[in-house]
């Protein structure tokens, strides 16, 4: 089976694990059998693989999650990258023309999407089978699937089909109700909707001519930030006469709260953490300096370096109203990390602002320039270039003045700080050069 | 009146916010009527002032101490410096003794010694110039605050006077007992030890040439480690038979765990935190990243650069059985202060550890020399010593190699980075030398 797996920013719901650039879906919390422990993006790579060992798989995300994707899945996945965030109706337009120019799938072809972070067991990639299976037949343009409700929730929306036959044309969508109207839907045979379908890529190829005026893969790329930010439920789902839904009996958790994740957790710690006398209680530290909890009942406790929370799990849906935005604190790139230790700014003069970068062997940063900041690198192996080309070795120093281009390439694991000093620090304040980097090799 | 007040370390009770060098009583908690905040060392010497606007405090406490006592109190109280810690005892003679030898006081005048840590209020104050009143009569060599109890702790230690009379001669003392046999004290008129006393200073110092066979500051000062980890109650109070105490009916909280700390604590939050949703909880962040509590209840969470802490009020007198010794992340000193930002300890080769420090205008570290590490700073502004003496300005950088002699003296607020780089990263590896900081200036 092709399965597009839709693996999107994860907002402020998980603050502080989740931001902009960190991602939820890439966070290694999930213990195997062996031991060892697996994020949700690879959790789910692994379970359709040991359901269908032929299955390919394209990841539909945005640039700053493909260093996360490489390291974690390696070059068994497809990627389709999106250039900027629109919403799930442009983004699987794009993995689809992706599919068919760059992977060259026949529009012919069945494909599953499928969001990357649900909490699953086997028998649901079954069901991605039969889903697939059931689009091929052609009795419809598109096949969902629908979970059968194990309580009337208002956190999902709802599918109501015209049977209660295990496969069954859709009769209405109902967005998040209230409990009593969630009751009585389910008394109709609803379904929660899963966000999960199946169709011919060339379904999806036509709607894309018919509504941009191009199904091709490179003028969709080029033209991404001009499509409407809209969702494919709305765009697509919702208009669609000739649509089934498959019933799916089976454990299927969302993992976007803190109460959902936590429950999914197969430690009650994760990083240095002590818990003593605690109930129901889970602890994620990914800060260096030890964390306590003591006497405690139901509560999720994060501490990252963008921020700490203490968060009695009952109220895990109100945490997106109480998050400021905020720089972020790491961010992960190809050629490694960096992590903001320290910063302090000034109303007049000069700021600062210390990072500790970490560059992975035979990797470099870009040629760059900064016009408002002079940069102090303090090194501990690696080849290094300031104007001319040199060898540095642990405890040395760069001075990079305002304006001067530089770079850095790392012969083996790369650790230094960085201070910044001027007038204006943003990750912005960049202007890159090429460089024939074969040259120093 | 004389008041001696003990500052002892506060030990683990109270982590992360004290330590080994962090004192509960300097920070700053507890709001004026102005809208200000104090620490319990400004408000103690606040309110004994008020009571009695003659009153001389001395402060006997450790040397790492005296930076905060100095910032916070100024040169109007005297300090008596422990050279080391060696319990109760030691620490009152020392202090009698630097009363009497360097601060000129007659041996028959009466001190008070206290403890700086109670939360109480003004009533107290005047039951302290009565305890020195009733000293200064001789009808006992030893006079105690002793409270009325208002419910059978098991926390504290009792006292059990002859009579309920005001004044009473003291029967015996109990140490911390069970809830029953405390009941039954009760009954019988028994007393809180608050740890208070007033004694004639002669006393004191007959007793040490007594036991030590010197009551001279100097020798005591000199053979301060030698002298016997016990404490005053153990040493002196419970073997004296002139021995009296005198009711106190008034409050008087323990500040020793989080649950009383943050019951005076004036607001909810102190730092950079916001608390939703949440009832009888109280947050101190020290941080720079953001902390949210949401939708709890009756606890206290701290973060700071030694640690994180989330715990139940009730539960506060267990946590010193789950806290682990660790190398100090920020220290005081009389030049400023320093704060471990970053470190990497290698089983192999090199270790690396990164310091933001503060140096306050005029003052300068030692000149020293460290046999097992490089340094590399990174300057604001300021004056350096590193072989030669040079101006250095912002963004400037000082290399020092492992065994060169180096200092530096801040003109204006001076803020550096430090990378250590060595074998071994311990703060005893330092040696120090003289320097003429006059011929700089």
């Known amino acids: 089976m092709k399965v597009i797996l839709l693996s999107g920013g994860s907002g402020k719901r998980l603050w502080p694990l989740s931001n902009e650039v960190r991602s939820k879906q890439f966070l290694k919390i999930f213990k195997k059998e062996d031991g060892s422990h697996e994020s949700m993006a690879q959790r789910m790579y692994r379970m359709i693989r040991e359901v269908d060992d032929s299955a390919a798989v394209t990841i539909a995300t945005s640039e700053n999650q493909v260093p996360s994707i490489k390291a974690q899945l390696g070059d068994s996945v497809g990627i389709s990258i999106e250039p900027c965030r629109r919403d799930t109706f442009p983004a699987i337009v794009l993995a689809a023309a992706y599919l068919h120019d760059q992977q060259g799938v026949d529009e012919n072809e069945t494909v599953i999407v499928c969001p990357v972070d649900p909490y699953v067991e086997s028998d649901y990639f079954r069901m991605l089978e039969k889903l697939s299976e059931q689009a091929s037949k052609g009795e419809a343009n598109l096949v969902l699937m629908g979970v059968e409700p194990t309580y009337p929730s208002e956190k999902y929306g709802y599918i109501i089909p015209k049977s209660n036959d295990?496969?069954?044309?859709?009769?209405?969508?109902?967005?998040?109700?209230?409990?009593?109207?969630?009751?009585?839907?389910?008394?109709?045979?609803?379904?929660?909707?899963?966000?999960?379908?199946?169709?011919?890529?060339?379904?999806?190829?036509?709607?894309?001519?018919?509504?941009?005026?191009?199904?091709?893969?490179?003028?969709?790329?080029?033209?991404?930030?001009?499509?409407?930010?809209?969702?494919?439920?709305?765009?697509?789902?919702e208009k669609e006469e000739r649509i089934q839904v498959m019933r799916f009996k089976g454990q299927w958790k969302d993992l976007g709260t803190w109460n959902t994740l936590t429950e999914a957790m197969s430690d009650e710690v994760a990083g240095n953490a002590v818990i003593a006398d605690c109930a129901n209680t889970h602890v994620i530290n990914e800060l260096h300096i030890p964390l306590v909890a003591l006497g405690v009942t139901d509560l999720a406790i994060a501490a990252t370096p963008d921020g700490i929370l203490v968060i009695d799990k009952k109220k895990s849906d109100n945490l997106?109203?109480?998050?400021?935005?905020?720089?972020?604190?790491?961010?992960?790139?190809?050629?490694?990390?960096?992590?903001?230790?320290?910063?302090?700014?000034?109303?007049?003069?000069?700021?600062?602002?210390?990072?500790?970068?970490?560059?992975?062997?035979?990797?470099?940063?870009?040629?760059?320039?900064?016009?408002?900041?002079?940069?102090?690198?303090?090194?501990?192996?690696?080849?290094?270039?300031?104007?001319?080309?040199?060898?540095?070795?642990?405890?040395?120093?760069?001075?990079?003045?305002?304006?001067?281009?530089?770079?850095?390439?790392?012969?083996?694991?790369?650790?230094?700080?960085?201070?910044?000093?001027?007038?204006?620090?943003?990750?912005?304040?960049?202007?890159?050069?090429?460089?024939?980097?074969s040259s120093i090799d």
């Open 320 to 437: 997106k109203d109480y998050v400021v935005d905020q720089r972020p604190m790491v961010e992960k790139r190809d050629w490694g990390l960096y992590k903001v230790l320290d910063y302090g700014i000034k109303p007049e003069g000069k700021s600062f602002l210390t990072k500790h970068l970490v560059i992975k062997p035979g990797q470099h940063i870009s040629y760059q320039r900064h016009q408002n900041r002079s940069e102090i690198w303090t090194i501990v192996d690696g080849t290094i270039l300031d104007g001319e080309v040199r060898s540095v070795g642990q405890g040395e120093v760069a001075f990079i003045r305002q304006g001067v281009k530089h770079a850095i390439k790392a012969d083996t694991e790369l650790h230094f700080i960085e201070v910044q000093v001027g007038d204006e620090l943003t990750e912005e304040d960049v202007e890159r050069f090429d460089f024939d980097w």
């Open 166 to 237: 295990p496969v069954a044309m859709v009769k209405t969508f109902k967005e998040k109700p209230d409990e009593a109207a969630a009751e009585e839907y389910i008394e109709q045979g609803a379904l929660w909707n899963s966000g999960v379908f199946a169709f011919k890529l060339s379904y999806v190829l036509g709607i894309a001519k018919k509504v941009f005026g191009s199904s091709d893969y490179q003028w969709l790329f080029d033209h991404y930030s001009t499509l409407p930010k809209i969702s494919f439920d709305y765009a697509v789902v």
